[in-house]
């Protein structure tokens, strides 16, 4: 399978910022900086393996664990694109 391009949804980047948020406050900059770059590294791999994430049977869409750190990244894949929808704690409610 062909490479897909990256879309983040408004909702994905608002996800992002408050897990910044979060760990900045409680954990420091060096371990928000290592859960970003590990978040980054996931989506990197729906980019170049776009069929990795695990197909809900509930949704329209995929999820991928984030190694060594308890979330989950949903997204949506077209014929192109690979569209980030959400960036959630495993433990938050999934959208339907």
Not at 36 to 52: R, Y
């Amino acid at each position: 399978m062909r490479r897909k391009r990256l879309e983040y949804l408004a909702s994905a980047h608002r996800d992002l910022r408050r897990i910044a948020e979060y760990y900045i406050e409680t954990a420091g900059t060096t371990t928000t900086a290592r859960i970003g770059n590990e978040i980054d590294k996931t989506i990197l791999q729906i980019a170049e393996h776009p069929e990795i994430g695990r197909k809900l049977e509930t949704a329209p869409y995929r999820q991928l664990v984030v190694s060594q750190y308890p979330f989950v990244i949903l997204y949506r894949l077209t014929p192109t694109v690979a569209r980030i929808i959400r960036i959630l704690h495993h433990a938050q409610k999934k959208p339907r």
